[in-house]
């Protein structure tokens, strides 16, 4: 017990045998900040991207808080997707084993896609613990099949995609229907500004904990690869004779192209997974599954996949289409390189990507240029010194036709003899500048 840092939070004896049995040895970052607070009782933002260990960041301290001599809902926990709900309930019954409180502690998982019926019927005895999406739980307190209003603690996790899918309204009248001061634990990777009025309404003083995650880990490395007139099929399945992935993420910017992408790749002979936000629950489920049970080396998928749900051991991240935020990059390519993993990101790009190359480069993400020939990877010039080259070029070519003489008099074939000797001009003025340099 004596290795085990996690016994420097107040934590009771039979939740430090969990923790061991999870085989946790060391908080991260955000534990460390976010657990005395959470046990103490006081509401928090974390913010911090995934993989950083945030969902025991939570998870540990409301454990250690359940009352076994009420049967009621204690504590709510919100997820944006059912599959990140899943995931979490996951880990919420791996606790409850662990402490060998199987008979004491009790959790249910609401979520669409299963029977509403039989779940009303399950909750006439409250669980202690809630975790669900927003929708789902809202229709069951709708339905007086539920009560939060008992619950000491809620927490809304992966917030800003909660925002973007639209489910921060059902978010609201869930917290309408809880104690005012209810605790509140929020985490997302970024604040937007539209968070922050939702925040203020709710949010009495509470701890902010930003943990700067390095922008990407020491272990990834960033390989840009130009399109060149191709398809992101093409060029794809060129990369795919030259790696080994354990698990690849194709990431596409939406849904049709998602959709095209896989089958065009399919046709090429290749087994790819496919999963968006288009595909019923059924099929997300099964897709999961068998992702899970190592049926795909090559899953295509929406951003969905970088925040929505956790897909382990993936080793290679491709971007088919670089996405248009600098965030959404950070997201994708988060899902690689976890726990010590190595990872490989390599992204697909043409001249309309270079401003969020820059932006990326700036904030210290180190990229390289590769062309794939003859089955091999070749390191190739970085686009801005390409542009470097060409801002020289066409410098000397206005340079160029300023020293050419012009004719008053407009002779057959002048247009020809102009440009010959602008030409002649430019290779001395290029020639010249060399030499300087």
């Given at each position: ?24 040895y060391q908080p991260t970052e955000i534990q460390r900040q976010v657990i005395p607070a ?69 959790a249910k998982l609401l979520v669409g896609g299963t029977d509403k019926q039989k779940m ?15 929708g789902r739980i809202l229709d069951l307190v709708k339905e007086d099949a539920i009560s ?290």
């Amino acid at each position: 017990m004596e290795n085990n840092h996690f016994s420097m939070f107040a934590f009771h004896p039979v939740l430090l045998e969990a923790v061991e049995r999870l085989q946790f040895y060391q908080p991260t970052e955000i534990q460390r900040q976010v657990i005395p607070a959470a046990l103490n009782g006081k509401s928090v933002i974390g913010q911090s991207h995934t993989g950083s260990g945030k969902t025991h960041a939570y998870l540990l301290p409301l454990f250690n808080q359940i009352d076994v001599n009420k049967r009621e809902v204690q504590f709510v926990i919100t997820a944006p997707t059912r599959e990140l709900a899943m995931q979490i309930h996951e880990e919420v019954k791996k606790i409850i084993h662990y402490a060998d409180k199987d008979n004491q502690w009790f959790a249910k998982l609401l979520v669409g896609g299963t029977d509403k019926q039989k779940m009303m019927e399950k909750l006439k005895q409250p669980p202690h613990i809630v975790v669900g999406t927003p929708g789902r739980i809202l229709d069951l307190v709708k339905e007086d099949a539920i009560s939060l209003y008992s619950a000491k603690s809620f927490v809304i996790d992966e917030a800003d995609l909660m925002l973007d899918l639209g489910f921060i309204h059902d978010v609201d009248q869930l917290l309408v229907r809880c104690k005012q001061d209810i605790q509140l634990l929020v985490f997302s990777a970024t604040i937007p500004q539209r968070l922050e009025h939702f925040f203020k309404k709710y949010l009495k003083n509470p701890l902010h904990v930003k943990i700067d995650d390095k922008l990407s880990p020491e272990t990834m490395e960033h390989r840009l690869i130009p399109l060149k007139h191709r398809t992101a099929a093409e060029v794809i399945f060129d990369i795919t004779k030259t790696i080994q992935p354990y698990l690849a993420i194709i990431f596409t910017n939406g849904k049709e192209l998602a959709n095209e992408l896989a089958a065009s790749l399919q046709q090429k002979g290749l087994d790819v997974g496919l999963i968006h936000g288009g595909l019923t629950p059924r099929e997300r489920k099964r897709m999961l599954k068998d992702i899970q049970n190592l049926r795909y080396q090559y899953i295509v998928a929406t951003d969905l996949a970088s925040r929505g749900i956790d897909i382990k051991g993936v080793s290679h991240v491709i971007n088919a289409q670089l996405p248009k935020e600098e965030d959404f990059y950070i997201h994708r390519v988060g899902r690689t390189a976890r726990a010590g993993m190595e990872g490989t990101a390599i992204s697909l790009y043409d001249e309309q990507d270079l401003k969020l190359i820059e932006k990326l480069e700036r904030k210290g993400l180190a990229f390289t240029f590769y062309t794939i020939k003859n089955g091999e990877w070749q390191e190739v010039k970085a686009w801005n010194e390409r542009n470097l080259r060409t801002k020289t070029e066409t410098n000397a070519e206005k340079e160029a036709w300023k020293k050419v003489r012009k004719t008053k008099k407009v002779k057959p074939g002048y247009k020809k003899k102009m440009k010959k000797q602008q030409e002649q001009i430019k290779r001395q003025l290029t020639k010249d500048t060399k030499r300087r340099k």
